[in-house]
Every structure is written in C-alpha cells, then in structure tokens.
C-alpha cells in the first residue's frame, strides 16, 4: 500500500508561488495516477492536477490552468505542484492520493481528462498541507 506525506504548504501573498511535494513510500508511484486536491472551508474537495505516473499525461481543473504544474520525480518517488501567481481563491488544504496501482501502459496514455481526477477514485490520502493566500 502507498503512503503519502504532503509537504511545502504554507503563509503566501496574491501573486506568489509555492511548491508543493508529495513523498511516496511503501510502491512507486510510476504505478499509479497521482492527484493534487483541494478543500477549502465549507466547501467540498475538488480536484486540482493528475500526472501518470511520475512524467506521463496531466491533467488540471480549468482554474489553474497555466498557473500550476504537476511533474513527478522517479528517483524521489515524489510528484510535485508548482503553484505560480496564487490567488486568495486558492486558500485551502491540498491533498495527494493515488488511483491504482494502474495497467502497465497506462503512463503510455496519451492525455487525462477530468474523469481521470475524480477525487472518488482515490485512496491512500495524505494528511495535507494547507496552502494560506493573503490579499
């Protein structure tokens, strides 16, 4: 089973940036489609980003598009969220998980769509990281 650590959170201006990380342990994570979600209060999770594997097809919610970016690090066994110009909006704690472990080619596939990150097709949550933008 995968456990997950997320890590990088934190206090950040409007217009900001933060990396956000999330550390595998226990399976690789090239097995599996790995998720950033979100959940801010009184809201429901919603998904944010999913990367195959550590470097295979992405996908993100339209609202931070061209702001973040998912990657993945197969010698950390490790993906990562670069979020660039942060908005108050984005105030909320954010998540990994994985769904999986997938078919071998699935990192082969060639693009994710929305019903690859459906937050109730995941497992193995981390505790999050809460991600705090002041105006």
């Known amino acids: 089973e995968v456990q997950l650590v997320e890590s990088g959170g934190g206090l950040v201006q409007a217009g900001g940036s933060l990396r956000l990380s999330c550390a595998a342990s226990?399976?690789?994570?090239?097995?599996?489609?790995i998720g950033w979600f979100r959940q801010a209060p009184g809201k429901e999770r919603e998904a944010i980003s999913c990367?195959?594997?550590?470097?295979?097809?992405?996908y993100y919610t339209e609202a931070v598009k061209d702001r973040f970016t998912i990657s993945g690090d197969l010698t950390k066994n490790a993906v990562y969220l670069q979020m660039n110009s942060l908005k108050t909006d984005d105030t909320a704690v954010y998540y990994c998980?994985?769904?999986?472990?997938?078919?071998?080619?699935?990192?082969?596939?060639?693009?994710?769509?929305?019903?690859?990150?459906?937050?109730?097709?995941?497992?193995?949550w981390g505790q999050g990281t809460q991600v705090t933008v002041s105006s």
């Open positions: 226990g399976s690789t994570i090239e097995d599996y489609s």
């Open positions: 998980a994985v769904n999986g472990p997938q078919g071998p080619g699935h990192i082969m596939k060639a693009q994710y769509s929305s019903a690859e990150c459906e937050a109730a097709d995941f497992g193995s």
């Open positions: 990367i195959a594997g550590s470097a295979g097809a992405t």
